[in-house]
Nanobody, 120 residues
């Protein structure tokens, strides 16, 4: 059983920034992909960003150029730096881990989610 611990969500004004963290203790972190997905009520879960085991990245169209995903293999932690936040970025953000294929396609082990609210 993979246990992911997300942190860093909260309330931020439009145009502001937040950093989300996802710790994954107890796994061989370096061989796993890490991803962030988000979901709002009544909508399907949406890809935000994925970082593969080789460091390659994938971004959703709506966050390209504003969000950056990174990983620290020594700390078993992935990060999502979110800049120029918009109200439409408001969602519950979920961390995910698994193989490169699974995470890139929305499958894997999931965290509990962290709320991000962008509002003035």
């Amino acid at each position: 059983q993979v246990h992911l611990v997300e942190s860093g969500g909260g309330l931020v004004q439009p145009g502001g920034s937040l950093r989300l963290s996802c710790a994954a203790p107890g796994i061989i972190f370096s061989i796993n992909a890490m991803g962030w997905y988000r979901q709002t009520a009544g909508k399907e879960r949406e890809l935000v960003a994925v970082i593969r085991s080789d460091g390659g990245t994938i971004y959703g169209d709506s966050v390209q150029g504003r969000f950056t995903i990174s990983r620290d293999n020594d700390k078993n932690t992935a990060y999502l730096d979110m800049n120029r936040l918009r109200p439409e970025d408001t969602a519950v953000y979920y961390c995910c881990t698994g193989s490169n294929y699974h995470v890139s396609n929305g499958f894997g082990s999931w965290g509990q989610g962290t709320q991000v609210t962008v509002s003035s």
